[in-house]
Nanobody, 125 residues
Framework: QVQVVESGGGLVQRGGSLRLSCVYSGILSDDYAIGWFRQAPAGDREAVSCISTDESTYYADFVKGRFTISRDNAKNTVYLQMNNLEPEDTAVYYC???????????????????WGQGTQVTVSA
């Protein structure tokens, strides 16, 4: 089992930026696909962006051009740079890990077995 810990959430004004970090650790620390998901109050958990071991990426349409996912394998960390934030981006952001995935990353929450506790992102109008 891999441990996953998110950080970097907070309160920001519309148009502002935040960088979320996801630190993961496990037996094969360099061999995980990582997905960022979010869940707003009374909403479903939805994929935001995902990255595979070969750095193939997925972005949801609603974040394309605003968010960037990247990974630093030496630090077992995946980052989600979020720019031009909007109130609609307010949610708890979760990081999830799945071992041994290259190519197009999984984009459904059911495909990820290991999850962090989440970090709150709040964007004020």
């Amino acid at each position: 089992q891999v441990q996953v810990v998110e950080s970097g959430g907070g309160l920001v004004q519309r148009g502002g930026s935040l960088r979320l970090s996801c630190v993961y650790s496990g037996i094969l620390s360099d061999d995980y696909a990582i997905g960022w998901f979010r869940q707003a109050p009374a909403g479903d958990r939805e994929a935001v962006s995902c990255i595979s071991t070969d750095e193939s990426t997925y972005y949801a349409d609603f974040v394309k051009g605003r968010f960037t996912i990247s990974r630093d394998n030496a630090k077992n960390t995946v980052y989600l740079q979020m720019n031009n934030l909007e109130p609609e981006d307010t949610a708890v952001y979760y990081c999830a890990a799945r071992p041994g995935v290259s190519g197009p990353p999984p984009r459904y929450f059911s495909e990820y077995p290991d999850w962090g506790q989440g970090t709150q992102v709040t964007v004020s109008a």
